[in-house]
């Protein structure tokens, strides 16, 4: 038997086989489905190369040796080689040189724990300096920027607490089990800013966790540590209970709503039975692909997938064929569709350090260029529209890596200020080089948000939180003066305003956190709902309109009011008509047509997803994008800026107008991150609206356009709707126009806004869980949910995302099922695919738990045999 070769294949029900080991024995390899990885090994036992499962490239990662038998090149399987051309006597990396460059040389101390390490392009480096106390604690880590980390420790060794470099700390109570039992933020004169604190039972079990306000939400468990019930602060239960393989089987809502799942022998999710009786089901090959959703809103939708795992193929219920192409590295390359003049491609590693990164992708629309430098940050990204318009932006770092510039196409740029490794302020400069500031004097509460700021016009922004990091408050220079009100869970109750208390505005909730009342200057608003959140009748000042569905979905069919809102949908689900107009959608389900008496416009959409124009009775509209999704910039069909926009940490805070001289108006947002008003120079209101609950708005103060909507939208005049990023959202039924395209990921029904609560959520892509702002619940700017990214330097991978918003590699609920790819950190990730896939599996059975059967079960069986042998 060769003792240099060996092969692993995934077969059904979870067995793994392997072939030519030294154990003597030779398996079988199975007749059925399976995915076969194979490898060689030196005459010293080391693996030489991973023969990945494709049959259609070759995708075989190689792995050199020196002579004493480190590791000293990775090299992939379209040729690129990272080397690690220097090792210590224990062979420890101490110089890696990845295949753009780029070097990192590290340093050890005499026990073997890294103490520097620094990334240089051969003209700038940037060091991380690391620290330990004498028995080995990690007490320091000082980052490139300046920033740092110091930690602090008891007698076990036990993490107690931490502090940045401006003296703001983090500390930890701790239970004789190691669990914190509190935490609390103070800043560098010890004012305690905020605090949380956690029970837990003899069983390390989470039993309560108590806010700043000694607010409680209580949690109870099975005997095998699966979460059975979850008692609110407002006091509303939600039951779960498991089959005897400890899979979630059922919930129940504080409202008695009854979901049902069920699963097949591999566990699996096959069907879904909401509330209402509706059930989406599930079919998978032997491998765990799904192969078949079956979903009330938006038909039948069948998958193929290749042998790695990447999906192949789509079809719809429209019966709409969708191809996908992968390169050796398994990212995707083409995206074919029935419509040729559709069709997507992706180009990686092309220029100047553009190993690993999208450099370019061409769709529809034009052809989108990316360059980055040499520590794989976006440097530019060149726009070239179908019609041979052009515009670009650039971005420049500091030596530290830092974001300093970021230049528009209308030549203006904004420069960003830092002290002591922080945000201080933002300044626009003007083609001519004369500059002027936007936002400076930023603070912020430890670890926290922004609390003071300054604008460009003089204005002072204050915001006060409470100790959970609520706004409870915040003050705007006579302009904005608003108190928020919060129940025990963190729903608004309340939006004070103490310069027009006219536009006074109070809110009451029902048992699932959904809006049922609204009181403000737009009147009184009553909202009902069925069982999965569907909107049943909206009264306003004692004048109802109903809607009625579907029997067989969660389509809205009919709004019967002062008048009568028929609607239709496709098989996909997409809403094609109602009483505004009617509705086109292209291959991809994206809205790309919509037509009106004496209106018809159409849309168009880059590779992202992103609408990249709009033409309206014949007038072209251009947007721009930027790295984290954010509109920066809308054009003129020549080019020209019409507007253009300025972020803080996720917000807009500034619209610039024009080219020369461009006009500033400061932007002033509200809890959510919404533009409540907007000023101009000498610190007037230039831009005003009176806002109902559900986005649908009042202009009262119009010298400026601004049609920026909940974060994430932009307000289409021609149709009444939002768009917002992979769907378009009608603010008068707080529902969207299109299903989720990540199915039931983003909650069971697939067509409501943010849970129906959208005082306290955000949904800035139309197809994530909801984002939480800083002020909504004491969170900062979190997406939970697939695809969003904040990173400048990974801005334009973008994570796989389709135009569609949905998945290539796998479908939304099957999609921890890619498999990673093949390099020397094979198993890492492997694990964090299948942290995913088990946590989604074990979902609400505390599966971070180190005592949870499903999870450690799940994660076992799904990781391949050399990476489980030690878990």
């Known amino acids: 038997m060769d003792m240099s070769k060996s092969t692993m294949t995934f077969t059904p029900?979870?067995?793994?086989?392997?072939?030519?080991?030294?154990?003597?024995?030779?398996?079988?390899?199975?007749?059925?489905?399976?995915?076969?990885?194979?490898?060689?090994?030196?005459?010293?036992?080391?693996?030489?190369?991973?023969?990945?499962?494709?049959?259609?490239?070759?995708?075989?990662?190689?792995?050199?040796?020196?002579?004493?038998?480190?590791?000293?090149?990775?090299?992939?399987?379209?040729?690129?080689?990272?080397?690690?051309?220097?090792?210590?006597?224990?062979?420890?990396?101490?110089?890696?040189?990845?295949?753009?460059?780029?070097?990192?040389?590290?340093?050890?101390?005499?026990?073997?724990?890294?103490?520097?390490?620094?990334?240089?392009?051969?003209?700038?480096?940037?060091?991380?300096?690391?620290?330990?106390?004498?028995?080995?604690?990690?007490?320091?880590?000082?980052?490139?920027?300046?920033?740092?980390?110091?930690?602090?420790?008891?007698?076990?060794?036990?993490?107690?607490?931490?502090?940045?470099?401006?003296?703001?700390?983090?500390?930890?109570?701790?239970?004789?089990?190691?669990?914190?039992?509190?935490?609390?933020?103070?800043?560098?004169?010890?004012?305690?800013?905020?605090?949380?604190?956690?029970?837990?039972?003899?069983?390390?079990?989470?039993?309560?966790?108590?806010?700043?306000?000694?607010?409680?939400?209580?949690?109870?468990?099975?005997?095998?540590?699966?979460?059975?019930?979850?008692?609110?602060?407002?006091?509303?239960?939600?039951?779960?209970?498991?089959?005897?393989?400890?899979?979630?089987?059922?919930?129940?809502?504080?409202?008695?709503?009854?979901?049902?799942?069920?699963?097949?022998?591999?566990?699996?999710?096959?069907?879904?039975?909401?509330?209402?009786?509706?059930?989406?089901?599930?079919?998978?090959?032997?491998?765990?692909?799904?192969?078949?959703?079956?979903?009330?809103?938006?038909?039948?939708?069948?998958?193929?997938?290749?042998?790695?795992?990447?999906?192949?193929t789509q079809i719809d219920a429209r019966n709409v064929t969708t191809s996908y192409s992968y390169d050796a590295l398994n990212r995707l390359t083409n995206i074919i569709y029935p419509d040729t003049s559709l069709n997507i491609s992706y180009t990686y590693d092309q220029g100047t350090h553009g190993i690993g990164l999208l450099t370019q992708m061409s769709d529809a629309e034009g052809t989108t260029d990316y360059q980055y430098n040499a520590f794989g940050e976006l440097t530019q990204v060149t726009r070239i529209s179908q019609d041979g318009v052009t515009t670009s932006f650039t971005y420049g770092y500091n030596p530290q890596g830092q974001l300093i510039s970021q230049s528009y196409p209308s030549g203006h740029s904004v420069l960003y200020s830092y002290a002591q490794g922080q945000l201080t302020g933002l300044s626009l400069e003007r083609p001519d080089g004369t500059t002027q500031s936007l936002v400076n004097q930023i603070q912020r509460l430890p670890f926290g948000p922004i609390n003071a700021m300054a604008f460009g016009n003089g204005l002072q922004l204050s915001r006060t939180f409470d100790q959970d990091y609520q706004l409870i408050a915040q003050t705007l220079s006579g302009v904005l003066n608003d108190s928020y009100g919060h129940d025990p869970v963190g729903n608004i109750t309340s939006w004070q305003d103490l310069i027009q208390t006219s536009r006074d505005q109070s809110f009451d909730y029902d048992e699932l956190d959904r809006l049922t009342d609204a009181i403000g200057a737009y009147g009184d608003l009553d909202y009902s709902y069925d069982a999965i959140g569907n909107r049943l009748n909206l009264t306003e000042d004692g004048v109802s309109e109903s809607y009625n569905y579907a029997s067989d979905s969660h389509r809205l069919e009919e709004i019967l009011g002062v008048t009568t809102d028929t609607r239709q949908y496709d098989a996909a689900g997409n809403t094609i008509s109602s009483l505004l107009g009617s509705y086109t959608y292209d291959d991809h389900n994206r809205l790309v047509g919509f037509t009106k008496t004496g209106t018809t416009a159409s849309y168009g959409y880059n590779g992202k997803g992103e609408r990249v124009r709009k033409t309206v009775n014949g007038t072209i509209t251009r947007f721009r994008f930027g790295p984290s999704g954010a509109l920066l910039g809308e054009y003129d069909q020549s080019g020209q800026a019409i507007q253009e926009y300025v972020y803080l940490e996720g917000q807009p805070v500034a619209q610039l107008q024009g080219i020369a001289p461009v006009q500033v108006a400061y932007l002033h947002t509200d809890h959510l991150g919404a533009v409540v008003k907007a000023t101009d120079g000498a610190g007037s209101v230039v831009w005003d609206s009176d806002r109902r609950p559900f986005g649908e708005r009042a202009v009262t103060v119009a010298q400026v356009e601004m049609q920026l909507g909940f974060p994430g939208q932009y307000f289409d005049e021609e149709t009444g709707s939002y768009y917002n990023y992979f769907r378009d959202y009608d603010p008068t039924t707080g529902r969207y126009l299109q299903s989720d395209p990540i199915g039931l990921e983003g909650g069971l029904n697939t067509y409501s806004y943010v849970l129906n609560n959208p005082l306290r959520w955000a949904d800035p892509t139309g197809e994530a869980v909801p984002l939480v702002w800083w002020g909504a619940s004491g969170i900062a700017t979190v997406v939970v949910g697939w695809g969003a990214s904040n990173a400048w330097q990974d801005s334009s991978d973008w994570d796989g995302i389709l135009p569609d918003g949905t998945f290539p590699d796998s479908a939304a609920d099957d999609r921890p099922d890619c498999p990673p790819e093949n390099d020397d950190d094979d198993c890492e990730k492997e694990m964090k695919v299948c942290h995913r896939k088990c946590a989604d599996n074990c979902t609400g059975m505390g599966y971070g738990s180190s005592a949870n059967a499903c999870y450690r079960r799940c994660v076992r069986t799904c990781l391949p045999g050399h990476c489980a042998e030690n878990y």
Request: hydrophobic letters at 25%; a negative charge.
């Open 13 to 312: 029900k979870n067995l793994t086989l392997w072939a030519g080991l030294s154990l003597g024995l030779m398996l079988p390899l199975t007749a059925l489905a399976d995915r076969t990885v194979s490898y060689t090994y030196t005459v010293h036992g080391q693996v030489e190369t991973i023969d990945g499962p494709r049959v259609d490239v070759t995708d075989v990662t190689s792995y050199g040796y020196d002579e004493n038998g480190n590791r000293n090149s990775i090299t992939n399987a379209l040729n690129q080689t990272t080397q690690i051309t220097a090792h210590d006597a224990s062979g420890r990396p101490l110089t890696i040189v990845s295949p753009n460059g780029l070097t990192t040389t590290r340093s050890y101390d005499l026990r073997g724990r890294m103490i520097q390490q620094t990334v240089s392009d051969g003209t700038t480096s940037r060091t991380t300096d690391y620290d330990y106390d004498a028995v080995g604690n990690l007490i320091q880590v000082t980052l490139p920027d300046g920033n740092s980390i110091s930690y602090d420790y008891d007698a076990a060794h036990r993490l107690t607490g931490l502090e940045d470099q401006l003296g703001n700390r983090i500390d930890y109570t701790l239970d004789d089990m190691g669990n914190r039992l509190s935490e609390q933020v103070s800043d560098p004169t010890g004012t305690l800013n905020r605090t949380k604190q956690q029970v837990y039972d003899q069983l390390s079990q989470l039993d309560q966790s108590i806010d700043s306000e000694n607010h409680t939400t209580d949690f109870d468990y099975d005997p095998s540590g699966n979460l059975t019930r979850t008692l609110d602060a407002n006091l509303n239960p939600t039951a779960q209970t498991y089959d005897p393989l400890n899979r979630l089987s059922q919930t129940t809502d504080a409202k008695n709503g009854i979901t049902q799942y069920s699963y097949d022998t591999q566990d699996n999710l096959t069907q879904v039975t909401d509330p209402t009786g509706l059930v989406t089901s599930y079919e998978y090959d032997a491998l765990g692909n799904l192969i078949s959703l079956t979903s009330p809103d938006t038909g039948v939708t069948t998958y193929t997938y290749d042998e790695a795992g990447n999906r192949l």
